[in-house]
Structures are given as C-alpha cells and as structure tokens.
C-alpha cells in the first residue's frame, strides 16, 4: 500500500512515494532571479504547475507510482485558522484530481505536518508521532517552537514560542545576499562560517519562548560595512542563532521536562545548530528542506489508524 504526497511550498515543488517502511522524494527548488530574496507567489504558483509533471515523470520512471492507495497534499502552512498562501492550491489542485482519477482518498496536511512527520521519521523515530514532544520548526519563512502531540492519525503543532519578527532562513538569506551568496543561503553560509574560527553571536534577549531577529540584520550590516571577512559575518549569525535556539529549548525543557526535541526546516540541518542541541532528534539533511515525504507519510498513516 502506497502513499502519494504533493508539497508546493514558496521555494520547492516536491512529489514523494512512501510505502511503509521506504519511500521516493522527487523535489526541484524554484527558480530565483540572482539577487533576489525569493518569489512573488503568483510566480511559485506559475513554477509549480510547470515542474509537477516533472516530478511524477521521476517517481514514474523508477516504479514507484504503482499501487497508489491515497493522495496526500499540503494545503496550507500551519493548521491554524487563518494560515493561507496560494502556492499551496497548485498541490492541492493536482493531488485532488489525482485521488478522484484513481479512486482513492484524499488527505490534506499542513506544510508543518509534513515537515514534522518527515523529520521523525528520517531520523528513523517515527514513534515520535505518537506522543507529545517538543519541535522546532526552522525554515526560510518559519521560526516556531512548537508542542506536538497526536492528533487522530496526524499530529497537532501548538506554536509555544520562536521569533516574533524575522524567522532564521529570513536573516540567513538576507545575510547572503549582503555576502553575494545565491538564494538561499543556508548551504554556503554554513560553509563560510566552518572555515572561521568560534566566536561569540550577538545576546539576543529573549522573553520567555520569544525572542526578535530583527536587530541581528542591523548587526549583519554594520559588520559588512565596516569590511568584516565574509567567513566571520557568517559564523557570528550562524552562533547567534545557534545559542538563542538552545537558549529557549532549555527553558520550554523546564516547563515540559522529559520530552523529546526534534528538529525540522531547512535551517536544522545547520552544523552549528546540531552541535549544541544535545539529545535533540534531527532529521536527516535531505528531508530538513522542503519535501513531501511527510505529507505521504500522514497520508499513509490516515489509512492505517495511526502508524506509518
């Protein structure tokens, strides 16, 4: 029995097979015109409808659209009232028509879900799922920590803290592009911050499970104007944000002690980030990005009461 997930974020068109135990993400970034940060969403929703046949094409081409049993798509980014954006309507589009073609169920998730599931289960802990714990949610348009706990055959993320202004990927990206650095950044940054020395990020003060990133941009800026190493400029954001991410976990650990951490969004897959997290589960670096393995993995999960 085979699940099929459709995730079309903001930055990547994603199509992936999960059959229980293994699965196939076939995934493509969108196009970004050099020196800009991102996509107006008419143009993501414009690349998606273009690059999904292409994905099933891969998916087809290595047998794996063979004995579908449901269609999974993320149809928005949180599942929370009001949480919308239109490029999501490309995969929810396709992944309707197929379900109806075929004759299956159709299973709509929220970007976060997928994101949470896929992690959890790269990491090989998909029995994560099934109790609470704690997760970041770290990507280009998402820094939220979160309590998840079960929710039928899904999960149910409660956004109990993270920025309340710029995201991680925001500032990543920003600071790249200061650097020269395509988008997104966070590959070469990371590099460029592993081959300076440590030294300490910005104190970025916290309230509670809260914390601003927005003063950190004018930190970036006032370092490049005064001619600092790309390499330097680079490790102190990368610190930065490593030392206030465990900064708050340590503190929602005291609120909520004993249960497990995990880590999802592409900016988890920072070496910096997993070096000081001690004990958190991370997923593997190639489904921290943008996949549909997760929306496969709850599509799956829907039909069987719980269990991937």
Request: overall charge neutral.
């Amino acid at each position: 029995m085979r699940a099929l997930g459709i995730d079309t974020s903001n930055y990547t068109t994603s199509a992936a097979v999960f059959d229980g135990t293994a699965g196939r993400n076939a995934g493509r970034l969108l196009d970004v015109r050099p020196g800009e940060l991102g996509l107006r969403q008419s143009d993501a929703l414009f690349q998606h409808v273009k690059h999904l046949p292409d994905r099933f094409a891969e998916l087809e081409a290595e047998g794996w659209l063979e004995g579908i049993s449901v269609v999974g798509a993320s149809t928005r980014p949180r599942a929370v009232e009001g949480s919308y954006m239109p490029c999501f309507l490309a995969g929810e589009n396709q992944g309707r028509v197929l379900a109806g073609v075929l004759h299956v169920p159709f299973c709509p998730v929220s970007h976060q879900q997928g994101h949470i599931a896929a992690a959890a289960w790269s990491a090989g802990r998909s029995e994560l799922l099934d109790a609470p714990l704690l997760a970041w949610h770290l990507s280009g348009g998402t820094t939220e920590l979160l309590y998840v706990h079960p929710q039928g055959t899904n999960v149910c993320a409660v956004r109990i803290g993270g920025t309340s202004d710029l995201s991680a990927g925001q500032l990543i990206d920003r600071t790249g592009l200061l650097l020269g650095l395509d988008f997104p950044a966070g590959k070469a940054l990371d590099a460029l911050a592993a081959e300076a020395p440590p030294c300490r990020g910005f104190p970025v003060r916290r309230n509670d499970l809260t914390f601003s990133l927005s003063g950190m941009e004018n930190q970036v800026k006032q370092l490049a104007a005064r001619g600092e190493a790309a390499g330097r400029i680079a490790r102190f954001v990368l610190e930065t944000l490593a030392d206030v991410v465990r900064r708050c976990t340590d503190a929602a650990l005291e609120r909520y002690p004993g249960l497990p951490v995990l880590c999802s969004g592409g900016v988890s897959s920072n070496r910096l980030l997993r070096s000081v997290l001690d004990g958190a589960v991370f997923a593997r670096p190639e489904y921290s990005a943008d996949n549909a393995m997760g929306v496969a993995i709850l599509a799956r999960r829907s039909l069987e009461g719980g269990r991937a």
